[in-house]
C-alpha cells in the first residue's frame, strides 16, 4: 500500500515492506528473464545450524539448533553469482544459562521456529574459472517468519507476542505489538570448492540483521503489572517476570520501566553450514567455467 502524506505543503508518498516486498520481487523476475544464456542455473541443499545473539544471550553458538533450506542460482560470471533461497531453523536462549546474575534472576526463556525466504548476491574473490576454490562475500534481502513462545511452570507452550508482555499496544505505553513476519538484510561469507564440473560445496557463516528488537519477545523496560493483567490477563503478569520461579528468587514484580531488556541494540539470528550446488545447465560441456569456455578445470581431453 502507498500512502499519501501531505507535511508543510510538501507531499510525501510512503510504501509498506508489504508493498516494497512485492516491487522488489518483480523486478527481479524480471531481471532473471532477461538474463543472458550464458548464465548458469544452479539448485542447492544447506544444512547446518541456527542461533540467535540478544537479550538472552550475547554468546555466539551458545545453544545451537538444526538448520536447513534449498536454494536456487544464477552462475553471471566466475566472480558474480546470484541466489534465492528458503531455509528452515530453530533459535532458542534461556536465562538460566547465563553467567551473569542479574539474568539468571530474570528467569526468562524463548524458543522460536524461523522461516526465511531470502535473495541474495554473490562475488568470489578469486576467478572460479581459474582457480577451483575461492572465498566469497555476499548480501541481500530476507523476509522471514517468527513466533517466540516458552513453557510454563506446568511446561505448556505459551506463545508470547499476543501477552504483550511489556505493555504493548495498552494504554499508556508507547509500543506497538510486533509483527511476527519482518524484513531482515542478509550478509556474510565463506569458502566454495569445485568438487568436479557440476558439483560445488561451501562453507558458509551468515548473519541477519533485524529491523526488530523482539525476536526474543524481550526489548525495553517491565510494564506495570496491573496494568498487564487488566488488559493480557494473569499469564502476561506471570511470564513477563519469572524471578519468582527460581528457588531463593525475588518474589516482588520489579517496577514500571525498570530495565527489562536494551532496546539499544537489534537482535541478529545466523546460520552456519554446508551449502551444496549442482549445476543444473552446463555450456561447452558442462562445468562451473563453462559458460566463459576457458581453463576448464575438468572433463576429457581436447585433442589438438
Given amino acids: 500500500m502507498i500512502k499519501l502524506i501531505v507535511e508543510n505543503g510538501l507531499k510525501f508518498a510512503i510504501i509498506d515492506q508489504t508493498t516494497l516486498m512485492r516491487r522488489f520481487i518483480f523486478y527481479l523476475i524480471a531481471l532473471i528473464i532477461s538474463v543472458p544464456s550464458v548464465a548458469q542455473f544452479q539448485v542447492g541443499v544447506f544444512g547446518g545450524v541456527s542461533d540467535y545473539h540478544g537479550d538472552l544471550t550475547d554468546k555466539v553458538f551458545q545453544n545451537p539448533k538444526a538448520a536447513f533450506g534449498l536454494t536456487v542460482g544464477y552462475e553471471f560470471s566466475s566472480r558474480i553469482n546470484f541466489r534465492a533461497g528458503f531455509i528452515f531453523g530453530k533459535v532458542a536462549a534461556s536465562d538460566s544459562l547465563s553467567d551473569q546474575t542479574d539474568l539468571r534472576a530474570r528467569n526468562l526463556s524463548f524458543q522460536s521456529s524461523i522461516a526465511e525466504f531470502s535473495l541474495a548476491g554473490e562475488y568470489n574473490l578469486l576467478d572460479m574459472d581459474v582457480k577451483p576454490f575461492s572465498p566469497y562475500l555476499f548480501a541481500g534481502l530476507a523476509v522471514y517468519r517468527f513466533n517466540p513462545y516458552t513453557f510454563d511452570r506446568n511446561n505448556n507452550k505459551i506463545y508470547l507476542q499476543p501477552l504483550t508482555t511489556e505493555g504493548q499496544g495498552l494504554p499508556g505505553y508507547p509500543n506497538k505489538p510486533y509483527s511476527l513476519t519482518q524484513l531482515a538484510l542478509p550478509f556474510g561469507g565463506g569458502l566454495k570448492y ?82 551444496l550446488t549442482y549445476r543444473m545447465l552446463g555450456g561447452n560441456g558442462g562445468g562451473f567455467s563453462g559458460p566463459r569456455g576457458k581453463n576448464k578445470r575438468y572433463g576429457c581431453p581436447t585433442n589438438f
Avoid at 569445485?194 to 558439483?199: A, I, Q, R, T
Avoid at 551468515?206 to 490477563?233: E, H, I, Q
Fill in 194 to 275: 569445485d568438487l568436479s564440473d557440476n558439483f560445488r560445496i561451501a562453507l558458509e557463516f551468515g548473519m541477519r540483521k533485524l529491523f526488530t528488537d523482539y525476536l526474543d519477545d524481550v526489548s525495553g523496560g517491565y510494564a506495570d503489572p496491573n496494568d498487564l493483567f487488566a488488559g493480557r490477563g494473569q499469564q502476561s503478569v506471570e511470564l513477563s517476570y519469572r524471578g519468582d520461579e527460581v528457588p531463593g528468587g525475588d518474589l516482588n514484580y520489579p517496577v514500571k520501566d525498570f530495565t527489562r531488556g536494551s532496546p539499544k541494540y537489534k537482535d541478529y539470528y545466523y546460520f552456519t553450514g554446508i551449502h
